[in-house]
């Protein structure tokens, strides 16, 4: 009976710990965010349909080719990744799979006013301007000119993309991956002049965090650390989980063997269990 009691003492104590102060602990030290909004709600509604060919023309007048290549048109980065680096403190990404990456919204958005759609308006003002100009139409309707441009890099947009190369066009101006060997092509002290700290390296990202983290930290980072620098990068949720998978490879390439192993190992102690009792029964039955 004083064992039971004991053990009584013991299991209370166990599921205290457990349920009742581990659970206060992880919401003060990491409160729940609301779930990742994939439809960009808080941004302008553009509803005008985008004309592909209308838009090449667009795109070529307002200037992005000045920072950005589409290797995919032919057309290479303008400037070689130091220089691109020293004037804009991040190498502009190449446009070629933007329409697939990017959720339509969001392009609109960043195109018409970068540092609002990136959630970055607070690290810049008029004596500190984004490095990317907002584009304020080229005369005509500014809406469609932007549904435009929207069209033009959907078209042009490949069916899809490997993981890495999803990270290649969304994180890697910023960001390394030791473990892969995609380093960033970024200098880390233009970077910290410009981001006002360097991006960490993400090799292992998925152990420290996790993957639920990562879901609503890149679609809207401002959640998680209020101030941050860290943009919103505005993937389509299927990119996102692109990113995502891929800095799970990086991080924790034997998952998937671990979890088929644990599979395997119950099944061995289950087996060996029944053996160990039949071994028991059949020594205690000659006993007696
Ligand atoms: C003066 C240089 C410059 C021009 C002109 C420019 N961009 Fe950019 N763009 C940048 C830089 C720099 C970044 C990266 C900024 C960052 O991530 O902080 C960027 C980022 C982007 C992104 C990525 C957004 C994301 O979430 O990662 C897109 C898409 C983009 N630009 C499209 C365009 C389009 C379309 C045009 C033409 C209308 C254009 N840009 C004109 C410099 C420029
Ligand atoms: C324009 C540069 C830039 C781009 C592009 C960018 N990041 Fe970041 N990221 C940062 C900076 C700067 C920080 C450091 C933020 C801080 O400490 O406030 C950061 C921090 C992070 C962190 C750490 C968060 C934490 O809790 O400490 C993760 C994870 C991350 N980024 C993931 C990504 C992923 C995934 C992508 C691509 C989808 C991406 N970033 C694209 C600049 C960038």
């Known amino acids: 009976m004083r064992e039971l009691k004991i053990l009584g ?30 439809q960009f709600k808080d941004l302008p509604r553009n509803d005008k349909i985008g004309d592909a060919s209308r838009g090449a023309e667009v795109f070529m007048n307002a200037g992005c080719i000045g920072c950005h290549g589409l290797e995919s048109q032919g057309i ?28 339509s919204h969001f392009l609109a958005a960043v195109i018409k006013n970068p540092a609002k759609a990136m959630l970055n308006d607070h690290k810049f003002n008029e004596s500190n301007p984004h490095p990317m100009p907002n584009f304020y139409g080229l005369g005509g309707d500014i809406d469609q000119e932007l549904a435009d441009i929207v069209a033009y890099l959907q078209s042009i947009a490949p069916e899809k993309v490997s993981d890495e190369q999803v990270y290649v066009d969304a994180c890697m101006q910023c960001h390394s991956i030791k473990y892969t060997g995609l380093m960033s092509n970024k200098d880390p002290i233009l970077m910290a002049k410009y ?17 639920d983290y990562l879901e609503t930290f890149i679609n809207n980072p401002q959640k998680h650390l209020a101030g941050t620098a860290m943009p919103r990068v505005g993937l389509t949720q299927a990119a996102q989980e692109q990113v995502v998978a891929y800095i799970e490879y990086a991080g924790d390439r034997k998952k998937d063997e671990r979890e088929s192993l644990g599979i395997k190992v119950l099944g061995f102690m289950i087996i060996l269990t029944i053996l160990a009792y039949l071994w028991k029964v059949k020594i205690w039955r000659e006993v007696h």
Do not use: E, Q
């Not at 205290?16 to 909004?37: E, L, Q």
């Not at 220089?83 to 959720?103: E, H, R, T, Y």
């Not at 981001?195 to 993957?211: E, H, Q, T, W, Y």
């Open 9 to 38: 003492v013991v299991v209370f104590f166990t599921v205290f710990t457990y349920i009742g102060v581990n659970t206060y602990a992880y919401s003060v030290m990491k409160p729940a965010v609301a779930p990742a909004d994939f």
């Open 76 to 103: 290479p980065a303008p400037m070689n990744d130091a220089d691109a680096a020293a004037s804009f403190g991040v190498v502009p990404p190449d446009l070629s799979n933007a329409g697939l990456i990017f959720d």
């Open 195 to 211: 981001m006002g700290s360097v991006p960490p390296d993400l090799s292992m990202f998925i152990r420290s965090r996790g993957a």
